[in-house]
């Protein structure tokens, strides 16, 4: 019979033997935590997340995505983004546009985004808060291409709109595409001035951006760093997140009892998830190689011909890096299937097992979410290569193993995670955006 275990005020995990878990419990998220934000700025943001005119073909949105119907993410294992129609799981290609290739990771969730913490994001943590460089960033792109953002949050923006597979749209379908194409990004007709003049040249929009900045209320032009500082402001007011039980929990509100409170002592004490799922958003803000599977084309370039995901080893170009993949944050994490860096599991009670294994590779079953997408490389040739599966197995350390019933107070726990308010939102899905174009619902 297992031993009743409540969570207290503050950080007191009440039960016998578990100092461990007591000293890893973190502090309650305060406001202190968050950057500042400006309401008026968020709701400009809303409607460009929203709107379809930041797609080369205007035809995908942020929230095509990064849609609160899944959680901020988009039900996908990999998503499927230029060419394609619909939302969610029942996203599809149409003959007419065929996209090249999945978006080669997992779309990543967007809750406390806004929060001090986060200072380097994507999966390979390829854009890192850096105040020794040139506008605060450590980033693939230099120069002039980082001035101006208001920090990671912002700048993360210029990677989808540039990417082909994403938002940019292929080689010459359009006029962003040609100027992404031919390495024009920045400056007069470059790829981000051509999204910016059409959204200034939309005169409810215009009126917005003046009412927000003052510079271009005095005159300057709307950039594109305009467009994605407001888009920041809105991610980071929408899904913040600090409100589950677990967090009424630290605070002494109500404590968490049951399975719930069982799945927290075990997560903070004997089975170690705490040592990466660490600080009040249960993440280190660290890279590790876990030995989660791999599928769809991988992060690699169209020339290579292998199809697996290097990690961290393409950011640093260390070889300890190689398969290291950032630490998810975990709130609500029960509802941001699939999971892994390529989402190969549609099952987080599956995931937790395997992932507790050490990757589980040699157990993993075939369990994705991957729309039919014709001729392209094939969703499995990583796994069905033995070599790189033992690769892939070996960079991982060996996991503690858990049985049934620890996963399913594991689960009780990451459940406790989950806060409505984040995600419902806070502005919600705008009934329609300035461009008149169709808006994700």
């Known amino acids: 019979m297992r031993t009743s275990i409540v969570i207290l005020t503050g950080a007191a995990l009440l039960t016998a033997g578990l100092a461990l878990a007591q000293e890893r419990l973190p502090s309650p998220v305060t406001e202190a935590d968050y950057l500042a934000l400006d309401p008026a700025e968020a709701e400009l943001g809303q409607l460009l997340f929203y709107d379809r005119i930041l797609s080369g073909n205007r035809n995908i949105a942020c929230s095509t995505c990064h849609h609160p119907r899944f959680a901020t993410s988009d039900g996908l294992s990999l998503g499927l983004g230029e060419g394609a129609e619909g939302l969610g799981p029942d996203r599809h290609v149409t003959a007419d546009n065929i996209p090249e290739q999945r978006i080669p990771r997992n779309s990543t969730a967007l809750f406390n985004l806004g929060a001090r913490d986060f200072t380097t994001l994507f999966h390979d943590g390829r854009i890192e808060a850096d105040p020794a460089r040139p506008g605060g960033l450590r980033t693939p792109m230099e120069g002039d291409m980082v001035q101006g953002f208001s920090g990671v949050l912002s700048a993360q923006t210029m990677f989808p709109v540039l990417s082909p597979d994403e938002m ?141 995901d290097d990690g961290r080893l393409r950011v640093t170009g260390r070889e300890d890096d190689r398969y290291a993949f950032r630490t998810p944050s975990l709130r609500n994490v029960t509802r941001t299937g699939p999971w892994g860096h390529a989402g190969g599991h549609d099952d987080l009670a599956a995931f937790l097992a395997d992932h507790a294994a050490g ?55 990451l459940d406790a995670l989950t806060d409505p308010a984040a995600l419902s939102g806070r502005l919600g899905v705008p009934q329609s955006v300035p461009s008149g174009l169709p808006v994700d619902r």
């Open 168 to 308: 940019a749209g292929h080689y010459s379908e359009n006029d962003v595409a040609k100027a992404v194409r031919s390495g024009r990004i920045t400056g007069p007709d470059g790829a981000w001035d051509l999204i910016s003049k059409r959204v200034a040249a939309i005169p409810a929009y215009a009126d917005r951006f003046a009412a927000v900045y003052p510079h271009i209320a005095e005159g300057a032009p709307i950039r594109f760093t305009d467009i994605s500082n407001a888009i920041a402001a809105f991610v980071a007011f929408e899904w913040r997140s600090d409100t589950s039980p677990f967090d009424a929990a630290l605070r002494g509100e109500a404590p968490l009892t049951g399975p719930a409170a069982e799945g927290a002592a075990l997560f903070y004490g004997e089975a170690g998830c705490s040592a990466c799922h660490s600080g009040p958003f249960q993440t280190d803000h660290d890279f590790h190689a876990m030995g989660a599977p791999q599928l769809g084309p991988g992060k690699a370039e169209r020339f290579e011909r292998h199809s697996r």
């Open 359 to 413: 990757g589980g590779l040699d157990r993993y079953r075939r369990a994705a979410v991957l729309p039919d997408l014709p001729g392209t490389k094939p969703d499995w040739a990583v796994l069905d290569d033995p070599d790189q599966v033992r690769a892939i197995a070996g960079a991982a350390a060996p996991g503690p193993g858990l049985d049934k019933g620890q996963v399913a107070v594991l689960m009780a726990f």
